[in-house]
């Protein structure tokens, strides 16, 4: 039988305070918008079928059954999560982890309104948003 310790202990998810079932800051913070199609979904399915401490050990073949994913696209999609911070894998165990906290500049940023000519300045002279 697989031990099933957290892979990033330090990252083990909470739920989160607001009324949802997934943490808004996956959006909020944009975490979506860098996940393929097939990552949101692979995200979804970690998300509901997962322990209290984020693990998993539903195997590769019997995922890629469920999301009508080939191998190679189920590979991709993990990738795509792991590179995002949004899951742990080491065979045979996936972890969902726990938002970082952003950075002190991203909070600053989350935390104060800006007005649409100054986004635009800063998008015209090539700042981040």
């Given at each position: ?27 909020r913070e ?95 002279a090539g700042?981040?948003?």
């Amino acid at each position: 039988m697989v031990s099933k310790n957290p892979i990033l202990a330090h990252r083990v998810r909470h739920v989160p305070a607001q009324f949802s079932w997934l943490d808004h800051r996956l959006v909020r913070e944009r975490y979506i918008d860098r996940c393929t199609h097939t990552a949101a979904a692979l995200y979804l399915f970690l998300v509901t079928v997962a322990d209290a401490a984020g693990m998993s050990y539903y195997g590769d073949a019997s995922i890629g059954r469920r999301l009508s994913m080939d191998l190679a696209t189920l590979e991709a999609a993990r990738d795509n999560l792991v590179r995002i911070g949004l899951i742990a894998w080491q065979k045979p165990l996936y972890q969902v982890l726990s938002f970082e906290e952003p950075s002190a500049a991203h909070r600053q940023v989350l935390a104060q309104p800006a007005s649409l000519a100054d986004i635009l300045k800063k998008a015209a002279a090539g700042g981040a948003l």
